[in-house]
Each structure stands twice: as C-alpha cells, then as structure tokens.
C-alpha cells in the first residue's frame, strides 16, 4: 500500500482517522500500531514477523545495554540490525561480488550460487537505520531506553514512517509518544501539507516520469544530446519531487495526528555547491551519516595520525577524505545492491573532498547563479549513474551527453509527441517554481504579524485552500485514471 492509491486515501486512511479520534488518549497509540501492522502487512504479508521481531529485540536488547550488559548488548542488536540489512538486500549481491572474484583470480570449480525468493521487506532500510540510530544513543547515554513496549512499538513501525522516511530518531518522538498536540489547526495544516505532498508526486514527479521512462527505454543510440539532456533533467526533477512528496505526505500525517517529524527536504536545487546540497537533500539520512558513520570514522582516525601532514598533504584533508569516501560508499550501497549505487556514492566523494580542499574556494568567487548551474550539472550527472542498470549504461549515457548527436529524427520525434503536451508545461512551471522557497518569500512578505490588512490574509488564506482543493480533485482525476507510478524510495 502507498499513499498515492485510492485504497489508502478512500479505505485505509478515513478508517484510521475516524478510529484514532474516537479512541481515549492512552488508546490512539494501540490504534496506530494495529493500523500501522495491518499497512506493512499489506505490502510485506508475513514479513511483518520480522518487523514485529526486530521491535522485541531492540527494545529488549536497549534495557540490557543500559542494565550493564553495555558490549555484549549493543554488539548483538549491531549483528542483528546490520545482519538483517545486508542478509535481504546484499546476500545476493555479496554473492555475485564473490563470484566475480573467483574469476577474476581464475579459481574454478567453485561457484556461490545465489538465494532465490529472496523479498526486500518493506522499509527495511529505514527503520533498520533508525533501530541502530536508537542503540547506538542507548549505548552513548544520549537516550534513555524505553520502557514502555506500546510507546516503543508506536515509533517504531508508525505507518508515515515505516516505508520511506523521515528516519526520525527516538529521542526526536519520546516526549510526543506519551503526550501529544492534537488540535483542529494542526490537523489543518497537516492536511494542507499531505495534499501538497500528493500533488507534487502525483501531478510533478508522475509527468516527468514518463519522459524520464521513454527517454531512458529508447535505444541510447538513436536518441539526440539535447533529448538525452531532456530526459535526466526530467529524471533529477522526478525523484526530487517524487521523494519530497512523500516526506510532505509522511510529515503532514503526522501533524494531523498530533506528531512532529522533522523536515527532510530544503529547496536541494538551490543550493550553491554539493556541500550545501547534502545539507538539504535527504536531511535526516544526512545527519544520520553525519552522526553514526562520518564523525566517528574522523575521530578514530585523528587519533591514529598524529602528524600535521603525510606527504606533504594536510592530516586534516587526508582524514576528512578518508571518512568522506567511507561515508559516501556506503551511502551509495544503503540505496541498492548494485555497483552503479557505489559509483553513485563515490561520485559525490569525489566532489566533497574537492570542495573541500581547494574547489569551494573557487566556486565562492563564481557569479551565485553559476554556482547554482555547477550544483544543478553535477547532480543531474550523479543521477544518470543511479538510475542506470549497469556501469556500462551509466558511462555511454555520460558520453551521450557530452558529445554532439542528432540521434534518429524519427525517434525524437516519437518521443517528443508523447511526452512534451499542456500538462508538461505545466508541470515544468510547477517544478521550478517549488524547486525554491518562492511560497514562502511571498508570505513571509505579504504576511506581516500586525501590519498586514485582515483583508488581505483573508485572501490570501481563502486563495490556498482554493488551491489546494483544486490540487486534490486534479490529482484524483490522475489517480481514478491509474497515471502514476510507485514511490521511487519504496525499494530502499
């Protein structure tokens, strides 16, 4: 189940709200689990025993860590969580990995053969981060472990966030799990936020899918520079609008029920180098990096090198290089089992440590909107790496984009009649105008506390949920017409 389909928004969603609102407080969180298993169980089936079992072991295991079992308790909940992860998303691909090896040092007659019905669980990225997020806190004494099961049980697999993010920290939500603000206004503005969210994945992220799909389905060959140019900025505009509609979506749920999940998506398109992007794309997976990987590698490897330089190259540059690269690697194997998303990873590596050494420097004397142009190429170029099925694909694609071709006239022109029509327009209006904090810069100036005419917030207030309903009707018209595609995010 996703929240862009008709059986969430008409079945799933009015049975929990009306259910959650009729039930006393210390009820609403047994009601949010119950409807919480019923959602993974929907996508997952049996699947949900892992689920259900990973929540026993980390709550559990956290009492033990603080009791005084402080290694034995966090090396087991680490073997566990890490296990879990790499057993479903990489055995097969360690595997192929090994086999690879194998050939490539001639050894014969061995041969790994892979898992076969192997199934990815539901989210199984996201909340394997966070239950690592939680020991490891436990272990630090920067979070108390719970001990209250239902509390615990409600942040773990809470539906807003089970399938896709925001990777909220436990500490983020203990206050919230025990009493929380629940209000007509909230929940107004919750909603406001989830058809936002809707309508971006739907309306935005679902047109450019369809040029991104023909583009990327056709014959590389056959395709002009400008048509391939076309389709992976269609593609960096798809999954920015496709994932931040999902976080819009998951955090407006939550207001409407009384949570706070914090921001994970800050206008990414305008920052003005790749430091500064990361700082706004994907944030709680970036802190989380920050936090629990990046930190920890530097800080383990200030304390072995205790120079000011190795050959000639500042200890400070070699160690945020080093922990960079860790960071960035994994990164790119924490969104799939593949080579491409190692590449993907690498790739951003690359740029940060320049950055960083020598090339922010640079890039700080540009003119603002070249800074912009840099940010912009060097990201839609990250993601022809990510969306590419091989290395091979990714490589000839870069090359396609960078050397003149004319491709086949009767191809382009195929694809541009299908694709490019009144809704594309629109949608490319629409991207670039909340690809900036454009929204917000005209309330901010047009609604001033004290000065501002009632009159004007009237309208301006009346304008929005105009528009907004609006979105809503629009984007069930697309739905009740089956034009739109799953959650680019949901694989991870």
């Given at each position: 189940?996703?929240?862009?389909?008709?059986?969430?928004?008409?079945?799933?969603?009015?049975?929990?709200?009306?259910?959650?609102?009729?039930?006393?407080?210390?009820?609403?969180?047994?009601?949010?689990?119950?409807?919480?298993?019923?959602?993974?169980?929907?996508?997952?089936?049996?699947?949900?025993l892992l689920l259900l079992g990973s929540v026993i072991l980390n709550f559990s295991g956290a009492i033990f860590i603080r009791k005084g079992f402080r290694v034995s308790g966090l090396s087991v909940l680490l073997i566990f969580n890490i296990g879990l992860l790499g057993y479903f998303k990489y055995c097969n691909f360690g595997l192929?990995?090994?086999?690879?090896?194998?050939?490539?040092?001639?050894?014969?007659?061995?041969?790994?053969?892979?898992?076969?019905?192997?199934?990815?669980?539901?989210?199984?990225?996201?909340?394997?981060?966070?239950?690592?997020?939680?020991?490891?806190?436990?272990?630090?004494?920067?979070?108390?472990?719970?001990?209250?099961?239902?509390?615990?049980?409600?942040?773990?697999?809470?539906?807003?966030?089970?399938?896709?993010?925001?990777?909220?920290?436990?500490?983020?939500?203990?206050?919230?799990?025990?009493?929380?603000?629940?209000?007509?206004?909230?929940?107004?503005?919750?909603?406001?936020?989830?058809?936002?969210?809707?309508?971006?994945?739907?309306?935005?992220?679902?047109?450019?899918?369809?040029?991104?799909?023909?583009?990327?389905?056709?014959?590389?060959?056959?395709?002009?520079?400008?048509?391939?140019?076309?389709?992976?900025?269609?593609?960096?505009?798809?999954?920015?609008?496709?994932f931040s509609g999902y976080s819009d979506m998951a955090i407006g749920l939550g207001k409407m029920i009384g949570f706070d999940f914090p921001e994970n998506f800050n206008y990414p398109y305008a920052a003005r180098d790749i430091r500064e992007f990361w700082r706004r794309w994907h944030i709680t997976l970036s802190?989380?990096?920050?936090?629990?990987?990046?930190?920890?590698?530097?800080?383990?490897?200030?304390?072995?090198?205790?120079?000011?330089?190795?050959?000639?190259?500042?200890?400070?540059?070699?160690?945020?290089?080093?922990?960079?690269?860790?960071?960035?690697?994994?990164?790119?194997?924490?969104?799939?089992?593949?080579?491409?998303?190692?590449?993907?990873?690498?790739?951003?590596?690359?740029?940060?440590?320049?950055?960083?050494?020598?090339?922010?420097?640079?890039?700080?004397?540009?003119?603002?909107?070249?800074?912009?142009?840099?940010?912009?190429?060097?990201?839609?170029?990250?993601?022809?790496?990510?969306?590419?099925?091989?290395?091979?694909?990714?490589?000839?694609?870069?090359?396609?984009?960078?050397?003149?071709?004319?491709?086949?006239?009767?191809?382009?022109?195929?694809?541009?009649?299908?694709?490019?029509?009144?809704?594309?327009?629109?949608?490319?209006?629409?991207?670039?105008?909340?690809?900036?904090?454009?929204?917000?810069?005209?309330?901010?100036?047009?609604?001033?506390?004290?000065?501002?005419?009632?009159?004007?917030?009237?309208?301006?207030?009346?304008?929005?949920?105009?528009?907004?309903?609006?979105?809503?009707?629009?984007?069930?018209?697309?739905?009740?017409?089956?034009?739109?595609?799953?959650?680019?995010?949901?694989?991870?």
């Amino acid at each position: 189940m996703v929240f862009n389909s008709t059986i969430f928004l008409f079945l799933f969603l009015p049975a929990f709200l009306a259910l959650y609102f009729l039930a006393p407080g210390k009820l609403k969180n047994v009601v949010l689990i119950l409807f919480s298993l019923v959602f993974y169980t929907w996508g997952s089936a049996m699947l949900v025993l892992l689920l259900l079992g990973s929540v026993i072991l980390n709550f559990s295991g956290a009492i033990f860590i603080r009791k005084g079992f402080r290694v034995s308790g966090l090396s087991v909940l680490l073997i566990f969580n890490i296990g879990l992860l790499g057993y479903f998303k990489y055995c097969n691909f360690g595997l192929d990995a090994l086999n690879g090896m194998l050939r490539m040092f001639h050894v014969h007659g061995v041969f790994f053969h892979p898992v076969t019905g192997l199934l990815l669980p539901l989210g199984i990225s996201f909340y394997t981060f966070r239950a690592i997020a939680y020991v490891l806190d436990v272990y630090k004494g920067k979070t108390d472990p719970s001990t209250n099961f239902l509390e615990f049980c409600t942040w773990f697999t809470m539906f807003p966030l089970i399938s896709a993010g925001p990777i909220v920290r436990y500490a983020t939500l203990q206050n919230q799990l025990t009493s929380r603000n629940i209000s007509v206004d909230r929940f107004t503005e919750g909603m406001a936020r989830f058809v936002t969210g809707l309508a971006k994945k739907v309306l935005i992220a679902g047109t450019f899918s369809t040029v991104s799909q023909y583009v990327f389905s056709a014959n590389l060959s056959e395709v002009s520079m400008v048509m391939a140019w076309t389709g992976i900025i269609a593609f960096t505009l798809e999954i920015y609008f496709d994932f931040s509609g999902y976080s819009d979506m998951a955090i407006g749920l939550g207001k409407m029920i009384g949570f706070d999940f914090p921001e994970n998506f800050n206008y990414p398109y305008a920052a003005r180098d790749i430091r500064e992007f990361w700082r706004r794309w994907h944030i709680t997976l970036s802190n989380w990096l920050r936090d629990y990987l990046f930190l920890p590698v530097a800080y383990s490897l200030s304390r072995k090198l205790k120079n000011d330089s190795y050959f000639r190259i500042k200890t400070d540059y070699i160690i945020y290089a080093v922990a960079t690269l860790v960071t960035f690697v994994l990164c790119g194997l924490w969104h799939g089992a593949a080579w491409t998303f190692v590449a993907w990873g690498f790739y951003f590596a690359v740029f940060l440590i320049m950055e960083q050494i020598f090339l922010g420097r640079l890039l700080k004397k540009l003119w603002p909107p070249l800074q912009h142009l840099y940010t912009i190429l060097v990201v839609s170029c990250s993601f022809v790496i990510f969306k590419s099925a091989s290395l091979g694909d990714a490589f000839n694609f870069l090359g396609k984009l960078f050397s003149f071709s004319s491709g086949n006239p009767a191809v382009n022109s195929y694809i541009w009649f299908f694709c490019f029509n009144g809704q594309t327009l629109m949608a490319t209006l629409a991207a670039l105008i909340f690809s900036v904090p454009a929204y917000g810069y005209l309330r901010q100036y047009a609604i001033v506390p004290g000065k501002t005419n009632s009159l004007i917030r009237l309208f301006l207030n009346t304008s929005a949920v105009l528009i907004l309903g609006t979105l809503f009707i629009v984007t069930l018209s697309y739905l009740a017409s089956n034009t739109y595609n799953p959650f680019i995010y949901l694989r991870f």
